[in-house]
C-alpha cells in the first residue's frame, strides 16, 4: 500500500481527531483500527489479528523479551517512584524552598529546565524526563504552567540532541552517514565530517534553541500557551482544571519535614552518572573497535537508562530511610509514583502501536517517493524539508525519518545538484524534528508530557504554535538557499525573519507578562 494515497488516513485521522477532540487514546484507537482494516481488506478476523501480533511484539520479539520497549517501560516506572520517594522525604520541598531564593523572577526560574536541557544533551529520553522531574518544583513554586516547563523540555531536548556529535542521536546519524560514503558529491565525507557539514544548515534545530531563549527572555506566550500562563499567574492551576490534576507522584502524601536538598541532588547525579557509565559500557562492548564515536554507536540507551534508574531509585531509598521515612509513607509514595507514569504509558504503548501499524501500510515511503519525481532544483531544500515535516509528523518517529529520507535526499541532490548534498541532509534532520515536535505521537513529545507533569494534549497543542512559526522561518531559509546555493544566506535569511517573529509574538503576549525583575504572584 506504500503507492497509495490510502496510507495516509490512518495517520492523518489519528492526527485530526486529536487535535478536535484532545482525546489522545481514543483517537489513537481509531487510526490503529482504521489502519489495520486497510492492510487486511476490512476483514475484521484478520485485522484483530494482525493487532494483537502488534501488541505482542512490543513486549516480545524473536522469542524472547523485546528488552527495548521493555526497559523504557521499566525506567519510567523507576523514574516515577524515584521522584515520589524524593517528595516524600522533602527532597523536592527544600530543593523549591532553595530555588525560590535564587530564581526570584518567573523568567530566572525558566531559564533553569532551559540551560540544564541543553547541558543534558547526551541522549533525548535522558534529557526530558531528568529535566522534567529536577525543575518541576521549582517552576511549580514560581507559578509557572506545566504546559510551559513542557515546552522548554521538549523544545532543548531533541534540538540540542541533534546537534550534538557527541550523543546518542549524533551516533545514530553518522552512523547512517558513513553507509553512504559511496553516493556521488559525499565521497571524501566520512561520517563525522558529514555530520558537523550539516549542523550550520539544520535550520529549525538552531532555531527551536533561540525561541526557547526568546520565551524565557521575553515572555512570550501566545496561542494556547497564554491561556495556560494567565491561568497558572492567577493562582487557577497550573494545569487545566477541566482535565484533572496531573498526577505528580506527591498528591496529599506527608512529605517528610527532615528533608534536604541532598535528598533530591544525590539520586539524580547517582541516575545520571549510572546511566552514562552504562552507556559507555554497553557501547564498548558492542564495539568491534572502542572509540567515542563507535561507542555512542552502539549503546544500548534502553539498558542504560534502566540501570541509571534504578541506582538514583536505590539511593533515593537508602537517603528516605536514613530521614526516618516509614514503611508505610515510602509504600504510599512508590505506588504514587507508579501510578503517576500510568498515563504516559499507556500513551506510549498506543503510539508504538500505531507507529507500527503505519510502517506496514508504507506511509513513509508514499511520502518519500512524492519527491522523486520532475523537482526545479532551487525547491529541492525547501520541498525536502516540508517532506521530512510530513513524514515525522504522521509516523511519530524522526529516526525512521532519517533512516528513510537520508539516502532519498542524497540520490536526489547527487543527481541535480551535488553542491546541495548536505543542505538537503541538514534539511531532513530539521524536518524530522520539526514533525516529531508536531506530532502527538512521537515518543519525545510524550516523555517530556511524562517529565514535566503536564497533560499530553495541553502540552502538544500549546508546543505546536511555536514550532508552526519555527518552520515557517525556516522554509524561507530554505528557499533562500535554493535560490542562492549558499547555507549561510539561508541562514542569515531564517534568522531575520525570525527576529521579525519574535518582535509580533512580544506584542501578542504582553498581557501575560511580567515585569522584568520582579517576581511572580505565585512566587
Not at 235 to 256: C, I
Request: net charge neutral; with cysteine.
Amino acid at each position: 500500500m506504500s503507492d497509495s494515497f490510502l496510507s495516509l488516513i490512518p495517520p492523518i485521522l489519528a492526527l485530526g481527531l486529536v487535535v478536535l477532540s484532545r482525546k489522545v487514546l481514543l483517537s489513537l484507537s481509531i487510526g490503529i483500527i482504521s489502519g489495520a482494516a486497510l492492510l487486511n481488506g476490512f476483514e475484521p478476523l484478520p485485522s484483530l489479528g494482525m493487532l494483537y501480533e502488534i501488541v505482542t511484539g512490543i513486549f516480545v520479539s524473536d522469542g524472547g523479551v523485546n528488552t527495548g520497549n521493555v526497559f523504557i517501560l521499566c525506567f519510567l516506572i523507576v523514574l516515577g517512584m524515584t521522584a515520589a520517594i524524593i517528595s516524600t522525604c522533602g527532597g523536592s520541598r527544600s530543593f523549591a524552598e532553595w530555588a525560590a531564593h535564587r530564581f526570584a523572577t518567573r523568567r530566572g526560574t525558566l531559564s533553569f529546565p532551559a540551560l540544564l536541557g541543553v547541558i543534558l544533551f547526551i541522549d533525548d529520553y535522558f534529557n526530558a524526563l531528568v529535566v522534567g522531574n529536577v525543575s518541576r518544583p521549582v517552576t511549580d513554586r514560581h507559578g509557572i504552567s506545566r504546559a510551559k516547563l513542557a515546552y522548554t523540555v521538549d523544545s532543548t531536548s531533541a534540538p540540542i540532541c541533534i546537534l550534538m556529535p557527541i550523543s546518542s542521536w549524533g551516533a545514530y546519524i553518522i552512523s547512517v552517514f558513513a553507509g553512504m560514503a559511496t553516493v556521488s558529491g559525499f565521497a571524501g565525507a566520512g561520517g563525522l565530517e558529514a555530520f558537523l557539514r550539516t549542523v550550520p544548515v539544520n535550520y529549525y534545530a538552531l532555531i527551536a534553541l533561540l525561541m526557547v531563549g526568546c520565551v524565557v527572555f521575553f515572555g512570550l506566550d501566545v496561542g494556547p500557551m497564554r491561556t495556560h500562563e494567565k491561568r497558572a499567574l492567577s493562582g487557577r492551576g497550573l494545569t487545566d482544571p477541566a482535565k484533572g490534576t496531573a498526577a505528580d507522584g506527591t498528591g496529599d502524601e506527608p512529605v517528610n519535614p527532615a528533608g534536604r536538598i541532598r535528598d533530591l541532588v544525590l539520586p539524580i547525579a547517582a541516575l545520571v552518572i549510572a546511566t552514562v557509565t552504562a552507556m559507555i559500557v554497553t557501547g564498548a562492548r558492542a564495539s568491534s573497535e572502542v572509540t567515542p564515536l563507535s561507542v555512542l554507536e552502539s549503546t544500548d540507551v534502553p539498558t542504560s537508562l534502566l540501570c541509571g534508574g534504578l541506582v538514583g531509585w536505590i539511593v533515593a531509598l537508602l537517603l528516605a530511610r536514613r530521614r526516618g521515612t516509614g514503611n508505610a509513607a515510602l509504600g504510599r509514595g512508590l505506588w504514587s509514583g507508579v501510578r503517576s507514569m500510568m498515563p504516559a504509558i499507556w500513551i506510549l504503548l498506543f503510539a508504538w502501536t500505531i507507529i507500527e501499524v503505519i510502517d506496514q501500510l508504507g506511509t513513509g515511503e508514499y511520502l518519500a517517493g512524492l519527491v522523486s519525481g520532475r523537482i526545479d532544483t532551487a525547491l529541492i531544500p525547501l520541498l525536502i524539508f516540508l517532506i521530512a515535516g510530513f513524514m515525522s509528523l504522521s509516523t511519530g518517529t524522526s529516526w525512521g525519518t532519517f533512516g528513510i529520507m537520508l539516502p532519498i535526499a542524497a540520490d536526489i541532490a547527487a543527481s541535480t545538484d551535488p553542491g546541495l548534498m548536505f543542505p538537503v541532509l541538514g534539511a531532513v534532520l530539521a524536518g524530522a524534528i520539526w514533525g516529531d515536535h508536531c506530532s502527538p505521537i512521537s515518543d519525545t513529545t510524550i516523555m517530556s508530557s511524562a517529565g514535566a507533569q503536564a497533560h499530553h494534549i495541553d502540552h502538544v497543542v500549546t508546543q505546536l504554535p511555536y514550532a508552526l512559526i519555527i518552520a515557517g522561518v525556516s522554509a524561507i531559509g530554505y528557499l533562500a538557499l535554493g535560490l542562492t546555493g549558499s547555507g549561510s544566506i539561508g541562514l542569515l535569511v531564517a534568522l531575520a525573519f525570525f527576529a521579525a517573529a519574535v518582535v509580533v509574538l512580544r506584542r501578542l503576549s504582553r498581557d501575560t507578562r511580567t515585569p522584568a525583575g520582579e517576581p511572580s504572584e505565585a512566587a
